[in-house]
């Protein structure tokens, strides 16, 4: 079927993103992943030709323009390169609705500009040692002293951990309060007691860098608080997830998509037996089923993300499209490493790599246990 999500100035920027992924990323991102991180270099190129901050307002150097298909575009392209060491998902799917929606007028002039040209590289803190989809359960502290919040704690699992020059962390300023005893609070790179632990030896993604967090007695200004009062950071988390998933869900469905395109290539090259692979009924019917399962997914995801573009977009909608995705793409990309058979299990294929990859899919922005238990809520048991 075809797809019709795109307008034409969608194309035309994915003209640009495409030009701008195979000059400056793909003949890097191999020695990237040997680094560990990516260079800081790579995100200020990214700004110069206007990859993030499309819903940041004009006057801060942004687009102005609030539309995920722009979004969406630059995750597919990041994936049909294999490219996962970059967190640019991260800076403009998950943190630009944070920096552009909370802040005041003064934090905009502040943060904006750097944000869009790549010079601010940013990360959210949610996720502890001992608290991780239950975030209600972290511990991190934020005590109001005066005109500072003094903060301590630690966080882990953080993507930008290393390159990150503002930090959103989700603390706790009234414990005894509950979901209503969270705040979210902007740390800058520099702040004294602002520690960076390892940058964290992963499965796959190894050229992102993800980071363990600490916090010893670290004075925010009040001036970094995001929204206008303490205890409301559970329910802007809540209000931002949504997307966030969409973001997860929109690479899981291009990462498949991507891995079968080039495992349908290799079965018509490879000889089994005298016979291309393809021509075995049993490949037929694997890579019928894939196509099969990968296109109903694709429309879906679709229609969720012009959805979040008219602000009707569910929690509800946005986990089925997250559970779903992700455990598809895990299987496709399983279910394609087995039609390579050994080369499948070497990194010079890029299934393999894929497959590395794919596998935290199901895990981060919630795991595919909390999807189906707030899918399952919304029937009213």
């Not at 190129?45 to 609030?66: H, L, R, T």
Request: hydrophobic residues 40%; glycine residues 10%; charged residues 25%.
């Amino acid at each position: 079927m075809e797809r019709d999500l795109f307008d034409e100035e969608h194309l035309l920027f994915r003209e640009t993103v495409r030009e701008f992924m195979t000059r400056e990323v793909a003949p890097h991102h191999d020695q990237w992943e040997k680094d560990g991180i990516v260079p800081r270099d790579v995100w200020k190129m990214a700004g110069e030709v206007g990859m993030f901050g499309f819903s940041v307002p004009e006057e801060y150097g942004g687009a102005g323009i609030k539309d995920f298909r722009y979004n969406a575009v630059i995750v597919e392209e990041l994936i049909g390169k294999g490219a996962s060491g970059l967190g640019f998902s991260l800076h403009n799917d998950v943190m630009a609705p944070y920096l552009v929606d909370l802040t005041d007028d003064g934090q905009k002039q502040r943060w904006l500009p750097g944000f869009v040209s790549g010079e601010l590289i940013t990360a959210i803190a949610m996720t502890e040692p001992g608290a991780g989809s239950d975030l209600q359960g972290i511990r991190t502290t934020a005590v109001r002293e005066g005109d500072h919040y003094v903060v301590n704690g630690q966080k882990t699992f953080i993507t930008n951990g290393i390159n990150a020059d503002l930090v959103v962390v989700v603390a706790k300023t009234d414990p005894s309060a509950g979901a209503r005893g969270v705040t979210l609070l902007v740390v800058e790179r520099g702040m004294e007691g602002f520690g960076r632990g390892r940058n964290l030896d992963k499965i796959g993604m190894k050229a992102q860098d993800t980071a363990e967090l600490f916090f010893e007695n670290v004075r925010v200004p009040v001036a970094n608080r995001l929204g206008p009062e303490d205890g409301q950071g559970f329910f802007q988390l809540m209000n931002n997830l949504p997307q966030e998933r969409m973001s997860i869900a929109v690479a899981a469905v291009a990462a498949a998509e991507t891995v079968l395109a080039e495992t349908i290539e290799y079965c018509k090259n490879r000889q089994a037996f005298g016979r291309n692979l393809g021509s075995f009924q049993n490949t037929r019917f694997v890579l019928a089923e894939l196509a099969t399962e990968t296109e109903i997914a694709r429309h879906y995801v679709d229609k969720c993300v012009l959805a979040l573009n008219a602000g009707t977009l569910t929690a509800v909608d946005a986990a089925k499209a997250k559970w779903w995705t992700t455990e598809l793409q895990t299987k496709v990309i399983d279910r394609c490493l087995q039609l390579h058979g050994g080369y499948g299990y070497m990194m010079e294929y890029p299934v393999a790599k894929a497959w590395l990859d794919s596998r935290v899919q199901t895990i981060y922005g919630g795991t595919t246990e909390i999807m189906k238990e707030i899918i399952g809520r919304s029937f009213g048991f």
